[in-house]
């Protein structure tokens, strides 16, 4: 999972800059561990994970056998969120976006 947070947060610097306020311009990773982070994400970037288009829902199998998903939500032309969430977590509408 480190190595594909990795992987993303190098994608979002090429296309926002590494120094970018990425809660203004956009371009950030949410992970979530715990179904209690759903209301922070919904209290910070009001976005609510159980009424959303996403543009993608990627299923990632690591190797120690977890399992997460990793959605794309754009909420305009210049602002990106990928939202990690481990799949037990993962909210139905989410899963029905899921790409295998």
Do not use: W
């Not at 990795?6 to 800059?17: A, C, F, P, S, V």
């Not at 371009?27 to 543009?55: L, M, P, Q, R, S």
């Not at 977590?89 to 295998?100: E, G, H, S």
């Amino acid at each position: 999972m480190q190595e594909i947070i990795q992987k993303i947060l190098e994608m979002l610097d090429t296309e926002y800059g590494a120094n970018r306020n990425s809660f203004e311009d956009g371009g950030y990773i949410i992970v979530v561990e715990k179904t209690e982070d759903f209301e922070g994400i919904k209290t910070k970037t009001y976005i609510d994970c159980n009424d959303i288009i996403a543009e993608y829902v990627h299923k990632i199998v690591c190797s120690n056998g977890e399992i997460f998903t990793n959605s794309l939500i754009l909420c305009n032309n210049d602002y990106a969120i990928l939202i990690i969430i481990p799949m037990e977590l993962t909210p139905q509408n989410l899963k029905d976006y899921m790409i295998d």
